[in-house]
């Protein structure tokens, strides 16, 4: 088991505890990592402080990952109150629900920056500001969420996977500008799994049924799955993987047919 004791993380995108960000979050809490925990916006906050009371010590901050401000204040706490970072988290993903509806071809100027500010360009914001953190530390580890709707079509997911194209692309560039701080960039793509996020797409069912029936495992993934892959992203195992985009999707992705 990865041990994180005397780490510090940070984790963005949990909205309840069915949020895959939790299960990270957890591993890494029982791996012995103290942890900031982000919430959204004053409607999350509750369920946040609830699930933050399971872990150790935690710091429970506001960030809408959209705010710079918010991102600047995020990231001076963990300065002042850890003095270090070791590991991020970013799972925060969202999409306006009219894109997840109409026809691509329909999306909105308005929706495309939206979903691509959220989903993808607050992980270069988050990056960025975790640098100086992580390299004093002697390095660091990041780890973000995506889906296969980046690499095909999924119907419905839309400008979601642009959005995931996008984010994917940024880990390869993000993984070759920190590098040279030994730090580690990574996603994991992670099979269809109902969450809050999940909801919002339609025909969201009929996926996980189609992935159960093709998947080479025949089966659906589960939250703990991703978080114990995430383990070994942040972990030291995984000491030479950058740039990385790991499928945990009991194989769907290998299959063409
Ligand atoms: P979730 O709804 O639990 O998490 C999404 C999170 O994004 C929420 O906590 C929400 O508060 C946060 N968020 C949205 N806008 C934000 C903003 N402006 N600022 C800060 N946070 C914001 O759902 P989830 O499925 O756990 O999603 C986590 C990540 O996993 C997302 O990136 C999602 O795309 C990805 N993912 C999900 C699945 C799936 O099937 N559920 C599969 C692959 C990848």
């Known amino acids: ?23 990270i979050a957890q591993a890494a809490a029982n791996a012995g990592a103290r942890l900031a925990l982000t919430y959204q916006d004053v409607r999350l906050e509750e369920n946040v402080q609830e699930l933050a009371a399971l872990t150790r010590n935690p710091l429970v901050l506001p960030c809408d990952v959209s705010h710079d401000d918010q ?16 590991f991020v988290v970013h799972g925060a993903a969202f999409a306006p629900k009219a894109e997840l509806t109409a026809p691509f071809a329909q999306t909105s100027r308005e929706g495309f920056r939206i979903t691509l500010d959220v989903s993808a360009y607050s992980l270069i914001a988050m990056a960025r500001r975790a640098q100086p953190l992580m390299a004093r530390q002697g390095g660091g580890s990041i780890v973000t969420l995506t889906f296969l709707g980046s690499e095909r079509v999924f119907p419905n997911y839309n400008v979601m996977g642009v959005a995931k194209a996008a984010l994917e692309a940024s880990v390869r560039y993000l993984a070759y500008d920190l590098g040279r701080d030994n730090i580690r960039v990574n996603a994991i793509s992670a099979g269809p799994i109902r969450t809050l996020a999940a909801t919002g797409i339609s025909g969201f ?16 993934i589960d939250a703990v799955e991703v978080a114990d892959t995430a383990m070994f992203l942040i972990g030291p ?11 945990v999707d009991a194989g769907f992705h290998a299959v063409g047919i």
């Open 1 to 23: 088991m990865t041990d994180l004791s005397g780490r510090h993380g940070v984790v963005v995108g949990i909205a309840n505890k069915r949020s895959i960000a939790w299960s």
């Open 71 to 86: 991102l600047d204040r995020l990231f001076e706490r963990i300065d002042r109150e850890f003095g270090g970072l070791d």
């Open 205 to 220: 069912s009929e996926i996980l049924k189609i992935h159960r029936d093709r998947a080479p495992l025949r089966r659906n």
């Open 237 to 247: 195992d995984s000491r030479g993987v950058t740039g990385e985009i790991l499928h």
